[in-house]
Structures are given as structure tokens and as C-alpha cells.
Nanobody
Framework: QVQLVESGGGSVQTGGSLRLSCAVS????????WGWFRQAPGNRREEVAK??????????TYAESVRGRFTISQDISKNTLYLQMNSLKPEDTAMYYC????????????????WGQGTQVTVSS
């Protein structure tokens, strides 16, 4: 059974930083796509960043709204995904979810992949 467990959310002021972690277990494929999504109340779920666990050198894709401020990374030895978030803004406030699926091309579509329970990030002005 695939499990994803996020941690690292919290409350910060504008300009602050947080690092999210996502520990993945039970995925039978050695290579898969994993990434971060977020959803604010009343908004649609938004893709933040994602890449393939193996072939990470090909580069992640980032949402325009976070490019230059957020960095996705991984520690394969720990099977853990990270999201370093710098220069946080109030509009970054959302529930952040880690997800994993066979392909990056459809990760984020309804009923695709495996998802964590989410970790709340709140940025105050």
C-alpha cells in the first residue's frame, strides 16, 4: 500500500520560509513522478512543482506563481520529497499536498496517483 506523509507546514509572516517534507513508502515502481500541489479555500487545486524520482536531472516543472521562490528536491535514500519555500506571500496560504503517480503528464488529474493528507501553510501579512 502506497503511503505519503507530509510534514513541515506552519504559520509564518510574509517573507518567511518553510520546508515541507513528504515521506513515500510502498510504491512498487522504482521510477515515478512525485510533486507538490496546493489548494486554498474556495480555489481549485494548483500544481506547485513535480518531477520524476529518477531523471530528476531533467528538471522539475514549477508553477509560474512560485518560480524563483520555491525549490523541489528529493533524498532518494530516504525516499523523501521536499519543498523549500522562501519569500512566502499571503497568497501562498493553502493546504499543501504531496502526490505520487506513474507519470508526470497526468499527475494532478482527478483520481490519478496517490496523495497525502496535506499540511497547512499560513502566511500572514
Amino acid at each position: 500500500q502506497v503511503q505519503l506523509v507530509e510534514s513541515g507546514g506552519g504559520s509564518v509572516q510574509t517573507g518567511g520560509s518553510l520546508r515541507l517534507s513528504c515521506a513515500v513508502s510502498g510504491y512498487t515502481r522504482s521510477n515515478y513522478c512525485w510533486g507538490w500541489f496546493r489548494q486554498a479555500p474556495g480555489n481549485r487545486r494548483e500544481e506547485v512543482a513535480k518531477f520524476y524520482r529518477i531523471r530528476a536531472h531533467e528538471g522539475p516543472t514549477y508553477a509560474e506563481s512560485v518560480r524563483g521562490r520555491f525549490t523541489i528536491s528529493q533524498d532518494i535514500s530516504k525516499n523523501t520529497l521536499y519543498l523549500q519555500m522562501n519569500s512566502l506571500k499571503p497568497e501562498d496560504t493553502a493546504m499543501y499536498y504531496c502526490a505520487a503517480g506513474d507519470y508526470c503528464s497526468n499527475l494532478g488529474e482527478p483520481n490519478i496517483g496517490y496523495w497525502g493528507q496535506g499540511t497547512q501553510v499560513t502566511v500572514s501579512s
